[in-house]
């Protein structure tokens, strides 16, 4: 359990760490604007790995998967971008393209927006670390008959069939069990699944081996 909470929380720490790097930087270090945004990024970091804390105690402690959500009127479309935004330095780090198709369509939500987003980071995240190329994610927004949906596709490792039909339980590990041979899958992808059943939605995987895995998460429209 150790082994894989702490490997959680290696992306926001990065990521912190890509922008200490990035302000620190002789071209940056004199550029006000860029010294806020990078200061910005890392106090968004901060708060991502806070709520990842009290996400992982509440899995380990069997409190239900019952999460403290503060819902709010929000486009889908918005929480995306936001999201895309969060994960840059992270994508430029590992050479990695995201492409967004967003729907014109109102994709209005009600949702928490700092759990909803943290999935839909920990999901890009997942893609970029499952990959032995360059990654390339894709991020697709849609509306049917009331139904929200957001898919992530990566061209990454994929996974087995077998693996697919464990890989939402609470720590389990790709590849080989408990043994971290890959980082991610161990608390993420649970969270992912609970933050999405906290918003009456479903979540669905589909993946095949040296092909890549595509994501799909519905929610009710508001």
Known sequence: FINNMTHEFKTPISTISLAIDAITHPKIIKNENQINHFANVIRKENTRMNQQIESVLNTALGEKNELELKFMSIDLNTIIQAAAERMKLQLKAHNAILKLH?????????????HFQNAICNLIDNAIKYNKEEPVVILKTDLDKGVCMVSVSDNGIGMSHETQKKVFEKFYRVEKGNIHTTKGFGIGLSYVKTVVAAHKGTIDLKSKLNKGTTVLIKIPQA
């Open 102 to 114: 967003l729907s014109k369509k109102s994709l209005n939500v009600l949702v928490d927006n700092i």
